[in-house]
């Protein structure tokens, strides 16, 4: 069974535009969660989808946003980048309950210059 | 507010000796649960260890133990007779279960295994 599955693989953006990341969740994973992990720390909640719907979300600014499809990928947009957005932004896929284990994918790593 | 402190920055040891990772969390819940990710350089975080706060027993799988002690708050990590592949940065866990599941991760630890 395909893992999850993220792209691109390596972004590089320039100060002020936009980005699209994509993820594709383990099959029969309804529940989609983004992290941002800087260089030399572990990775910070951004937001959690199920169903579609916002289930949670970070303390990230509002240039940050997502969303999930019906068949369960998500996209992560971010607005107006800045270089202290450079990092490694990683998807991960549960299934549905209280303390399931996350899958995560191998990442989009993103530079801002 | 919740919280993981991983302490050790940075850990070297020599192939087959013995290697602890030390974990220690912050949590007001009464249910919780702690998770153990292995970071190799490709970046993926891998699953290694779910335990939720009402299961103390200590678990071992092949080369890897762990240690979870609520009086300490706790969870520590342990791998036998280390080997070159286990060479990678380690997070530690914790979530609160909720609606979220989102995870509060410790700073890691890289663990070095030299030949």
């Known amino acids: 069974d395909a893992g999850v599955t993220q792209s691109p693989t390596h972004l590089i953006k320039t100060r002020g535009q936009h980005v699209t990341l994509r993820c594709s969740p383990i099959?029969?994973?309804?529940?989609v969660s983004w992290y941002q992990q800087v260089l030399g720390q572990g990775p910070q909640f951004i937001f959690q989808?199920?169903?579609?719907?916002?289930?949670g979300r970070g303390n990230f600014p509002d240039r940050f946003s997502a969303r999930q499809f019906p068949n369960y990928s998500s996209e992560l947009n971010v607005n107006a980048l800045l270089l202290g957005d450079s990092a490694l932004y990683l998807c991960?896929?549960?299934?549905?309950?209280?303390?399931?284990?996350?899958?995560f994918g191998q990442g989009t790593r993103l530079t801002v210059v | 507010a919740q919280k993981v402190t991983q302490a050790q920055t940075e850990i070297s040891v020599v192939e087959k000796e013995d290697v602890t990772l030390d974990c220690v969390y912050e949590?007001?819940?009464?249910?919780?649960?702690l998770f153990w990710y292995k970071q190799p350089p490709s970046g993926e975080l891998v699953f290694l260890i779910r335990?939720?706060?009402?299961?103390?027993q200590n678990e071992i799988s092949g080369r890897y133990s762990w240690n979870f002690q609520k009086s300490t708050s706790s969870f520590n990590f342990t791998i036998t007779a280390s080997q070159v592949v286990d060479s990678a940065v380690y997070f530690c866990?914790?979530?609160?279960?909720?609606?979220?599941?989102?995870?509060?991760f410790g700073t890691g630890t890289l663990l070095a295994v030299q030949p």
């Open positions: 335990r939720n706060s009402f299961d103390e």
């Open positions: 866990a914790l979530s609160d279960g909720g609606a979220t599941n989102k995870l509060i």
């Open positions: 989808y199920y169903e579609k719907e916002e289930r």
């Open positions: 949590t007001r819940d009464t249910t919780y649960y």
């Open positions: 991960a896929s549960s299934l549905v309950g209280r303390g399931t284990e996350a899958f």
């Open positions: 099959s029969g994973h309804k529940s």
